[in-house]
Nanobody, 123 residues
Framework: VQLQASGGGLVQAGGSLRLSCAAS????????MGWFRQAPGKEREFVAA?????????YPLDSVKGRFTTSRDNAKNTVYLQMNSLKPEDTAVYYC????????????????WGQGTQVTVSS
């Protein structure tokens, strides 16, 4: 599967962005999907996971709980990350990834990665 993330940009603190990740292939609905981010000089963080159907989600980072929501539209081969109440510390390159598991909650479960999209939150 090939992944293409988009929707990043520059936003003021308190604002919102919605990231999209479009996937190629007819078996998109079989993959567990995830969102990750990496800020300069920091390790990659696991932001969100969603299962194959979209019925189950997981947010490993306490700092995004209640502000970020992931969803998917299997008919459109797309997964989304809605980010509200953005903070300067959310500034990072955001990546989407796919797992061969229908639901993957560990970083190492993700095998397929898209290019990142930059999110910059100004104070």
């Amino acid at each position: 599967v090939q992944l293409q993330a988009s929707g990043g940009g520059l936003v003021q603190a308190g604002g919102s962005l919605r990231l999209s990740c479009a996937a190629s292939g007819r078996t998109f609905g079989h993959y567990g999907m995830g969102w990750f981010r990496q800020a300069p000089g920091k390790e990659r963080e696991f932001v969100a996971a969603i299962n194959w159907s979209g019925g189950t989600t997981h947010y490993p980072l306490d700092s995004v709980k209640g502000r970020f929501t992931t969803s998917r539209d299997n008919a459109k081969n797309t997964v989304y990350l809605q980010m509200n109440s953005l903070k300067p510390e959310d500034t990072a390159v955001y990546y989407c990834a796919a797992s061969d598991f229908a639901y993957a909650t560990t970083h190492n479960s993700y095998k397929y990665w898209g290019q990142g999209t930059q999110v910059t939150v100004s104070s």
